[in-house]
């Protein structure tokens, strides 16, 4: 597999990833508790606040972009500003995430942590982690091809 095809791959999973927060917003509060954003947002979507719509909407925008950003790098679509800073950014956001989650239900009780179950944080880092390791291969594929000189 190539760098084209690692970061195509991992567009798709940003974009997968975004369309299942839409889908939590219109699911509402049992999606919110399913999907673990915690009791609180789960009762504040169910009361009708806007504000697990307002959150779980930049969240779904955010990754949107992010997988705009492997398109680019994969040259999918035309080159985005800061692609390479930008993939690295990303890259280092789904790792670190992933590699937290797999350490921090064992290492700390803050109420942040303790708010979802042991499955959740093993199955969502892995998840975070699987998506980093594409863009973090496909980023250091095309490393020269995403210098941005011709």
């Known amino acids: 597999m190539n760098g084209h095809q690692q970061l195509i791959i991992a567009a798709l999973l ?3 990833a975004s369309l299942l927060h839409v889908a939590i917003i219109i699911g509402g509060g049992n999606w919110y508790r399913f999907f673990g954003a915690g009791e609180g947002m789960a009762k504040l979507a169910e009361s009708g606040s806007r504000y697990p719509m307002m959150v779980t ?3 779904a925008c955010v990754l949107a972009a992010w997988g705009l950003y492997a398109l680019s790098g994969a040259g999918v679509i035309p080159r985005l500003p800061f692609l390479r800073v930008a993939l690295c950014a ?3 956001v789904y790792l670190a995430r992933g590699l937290a989650g797999l350490v921090l239900p064992f ?3 803050h109420p942040a942590i303790a708010a979802n179950s042991l499955s959740f ?3 969502s880092s ?3 982690c699987i998506f980093g390791l594409f863009y973090l291969l496909g980023t250091i ?3 020269a091809q995403l210098s941005g000189n011709p």
């Open 107 to 109: 290492v700390s009780s």
């Open 90 to 92: 990303i890259t280092a």
């Open 14 to 16: 940003s974009f997968c």
């Open 126 to 128: 892995a998840i975070c």
């Open 57 to 59: 909407s930049i969240i």
């Open 141 to 143: 594929n095309l490393w």
């Open 121 to 123: 944080w093993m199955v």
